[in-house]
């Protein structure tokens, strides 16, 4: 399945003016930030631009994370605009199958793993994650299907 993007948001397209600034193309809007720190590699946690810092950094506030110095603050930071994506589009689905590669809201964020199977109770299903070795189970509102974006489109992997 792929999802394109509107032609006023790509900033791929070389006549696109936005596509000398990556920062342009995310203003105001909900996102995804990668994870880099090491124990969040991989992982997504959603958020909204807040502003930009210099050409290649945008600020963002954190939909689930919240500040060290006040928990009733959203956490705000400096982000890559390269470790920026735009909320994926969700895709309905009624189950999954084993070794579907799937994202899992976890620990504030999104983690990328398969399914390894299914509860005896058929309502929740098990995640397994290559990073950490860990297997968990999840009801499936807590799993969608996963998504690349590439090329300034949404790609079904």
Known sequence: MEIKRSQSDQSQNPRNKNS???TKSFDHSNVEVCGKEDGFLGSYYQGKVVG???RNKIMVEYKTLVSEDD????LSEPVEASDVRPV???VPVSGFEVLEKVDAFDNDGWWVGRISGRCEDG???FVYFESSG???AYPIHRIRVHQEWEDGQWLVV
């Open 20 to 22: 000398r600034n990556p």
């Open 52 to 54: 930009k810092v210099g």
């Open 71 to 74: 928990e009733q603050r959203p």
């Open 88 to 90: 994926p589009p969700v």
């Open 123 to 125: 309502r929740r299903y």
């Open 134 to 136: 860990d297997e968990i």
